[in-house]
């Protein structure tokens, strides 16, 4: 029999993990409660006043946003590298960067996209303005996949190291900064009335910036931490 | 240099903390051989084999597949690997029959339907149980079914017969024989003897 295409390959190590994430549910729902905790104590720790809330909630949607995802990285890999099934695929007969990036799209499915869902109730909570829920929704597509794409580099560098912990997020968060920023300043813009497309455009350019290199940046790491 | 070997290593030396494990190792394996790797514990029996697959690199020298480094081959050399190591590369969460089905879909799948091939290893009622749900010794028996479930001409294996047993073994033994016969070249590493006629097994002792 022939061996699978590329496409193939890919959507099987999609549906694979997607698979898998779904056996175990109640690990996916974690980052997701971590998101709507720390964004539901905001309110109850700095007062419930409107104006303040409206004001901040940009920056407390993407701070949670941003902690939720790094607290879910590590699991893109461990799993895979421990039971031996990484070592299969980094000899597979299909290019690593394209499985990897199966594996990074479902890590995404499976944690980004839930923040994604979630993220209109929460910014209605903190009473942001209703101008700016579409630009909200519009960063947290774009900023979560780029999110999920850095950290796989990162989590590839530090798998091999038993408590890598400290270190994938020392490696990671500098480089979620400039998203961090450039996300919570869009929200703020909008919700202010003004355009955001700047930040937008500066966002897209980082998804396609890290969608072209974080698979082959992911999987060289994985060939070195597996040596 | 013989040109009908499938796999060769050329002056291959691995390094490990400071100390040289092998160097200068010359092999040479034609369609038909079993090379049985042996040593004392650390005397780089898994780094051999982890370097042969390409998934570790020598400290120098190099490895051929039909007279091409496999760096170069790619998926050519992928392609007609299948190696089993220490970890059984098994996913707990998923299926018997579901890993197999992975192990296929990263590799060339055989034409051996998936319910022959578990059968073949003795798993053919445990088609639908989870791994997790599966004894050590049916775990292995399910990593090395990624040898006949995928179409490889070399096998490599790290004690492939860990916690089998003896009616086991004899069972892979035989497939071994018959992937011989077919052409195929085995690698492994074993604490266990195999029996085997001795023409067909070169034997590599790394303590010595």
């Given at each position: 029999m022939k061996r699978l295409s590329l496409s193939q390959a890919?959507?099987?190590?999609?549906?694979?993990?997607?698979l898998i994430a779904l056996r175990n549910?109640?690990?996916?729902?974690?980052?997701?409660?971590?998101?709507?905790?720390?964004?539901?104590?905001?309110?109850?720790?700095?007062?419930?006043?409107?104006n303040l809330l409206a004001r901040i909630a940009p920056g407390i949607i993407w701070v949670a946003a941003l902690l939720s995802s790094m607290?879910?990285?590590?699991?893109?890999?461990?799993?895979?590298?421990?039971?031996?099934?990484?070592?299969?695929?980094?000899?597979?007969?299909?290019p690593v960067p394209v499985l990897v990036l199966a594996k990074v799209t479902a890590h995404w499915l499976v944690t980004g996209l839930p923040l994604l869902l979630i993220s209109p109730l929460l910014a209605m909570m903190l009473g942001l303005d209703e101008g700016a829920y579409g630009i909200l929704l519009l960063t947290v597509l774009i900023g979560t996949p780029i999110l999920s794409l850095i950290g796989a580099?990162?989590?590839?560098?530090?798998?091999?190291l038993r408590k890598g912990g400290i270190i994938l997020s020392l490696l990671v968060l500098p480089l979620y900064v400039p998203v961090l920023i450039f996300a919570a300043s869009a929200v703020d813009m909008?919700?202010?009335?003004?355009?955001?497309?700047?930040?937008?455009?500066?966002?897209?350019?980082?998804?396609?910036?890290?969608?072209?290199?974080?698979?082959?940046?992911?999987?060289?790491?994985?060939?070195?931490s597996m040596s | 240099m013989s040109t009908s070997a499938l796999l060769q290593t050329r002056d291959l030396a691995c390094v490990k903390d400071d100390r040289v494990l092998f160097e200068g190792l010359d092999l040479d394996l034609e369609p038909g051989r079993i090379l049985l790797v042996e040593g004392r514990n650390g005397s780089g029996k898994t780094s051999?084999?982890?370097?042969?697959?390409?998934?570790?690199?020598?400290?120098?020298?190099?490895v051929l597949w039909q007279g091409v480094p496999?760096?170069?081959?790619?998926?050519?050399?992928?392609?007609?690997?299948?190696?089993?190591?220490?970890?059984?590369?098994?996913?707990?969460?998923?299926?018997?029959?579901?890993?197999?089905r992975l192990a296929q879909a990263m590799g060339k799948p055989s034409d051996l339907d998936l319910d022959q091939v578990l059968e073949r290893v003795n798993l053919y009622r445990f088609g639908d149980n989870f791994v997790s749900t599966l004894s050590a010794g049916q775990k292995r028996r399910l990593a090395l079914a990624r040898l006949i479930a995928t179409e490889a001409q070399v096998w490599i294996m790290d004690e492939p017969f860990t916690s089998l047993d003896k009616a086991s073994m004899a069972l892979f033994q035989e497939l071994f024989e018959q992937h011989l016969q077919q052409g195929g070249v085995i690698v492994?590493?074993?604490?266990?003897?195999?029996?085997?006629?001795?023409?067909?097994?070169?034997?590599l002792d790394l303590s010595a």
């Open positions: 890919f959507a099987f190590i999609l549906r694979r993990d997607l549910r109640s690990e996916l729902a974690n980052p997701l409660l971590f998101f709507v905790l720390v964004i539901t104590l905001f309110p109850l720790a700095v007062g419930a006043e409107p607290l879910s990285l590590d699991a893109m890999f461990r799993s895979d590298f421990e039971d031996g099934t990484l070592e299969q695929m980094l000899l597979s007969a299909h580099i990162g989590v590839a560098l530090t798998i091999g909008a919700s202010g009335g003004l355009s955001a497309m700047p930040q937008i455009s500066m966002m897209l350019a980082f998804l396609f910036l890290s969608l072209s290199l974080s698979p082959w940046a992911t999987a060289a790491a994985l060939r070195m | 051999l084999l982890r370097i042969l697959t390409g998934l570790s690199l020598p400290e120098s020298g190099e496999i760096g170069e081959a790619g998926p050519e050399y992928y392609e007609q690997v299948t190696y089993v190591g220490h970890h059984d590369g098994l996913k707990r969460d998923l299926t018997a029959l579901e890993n197999l492994l590493t074993s604490h266990h003897d195999i029996e085997m006629p001795d023409q067909d097994v070169l034997r």
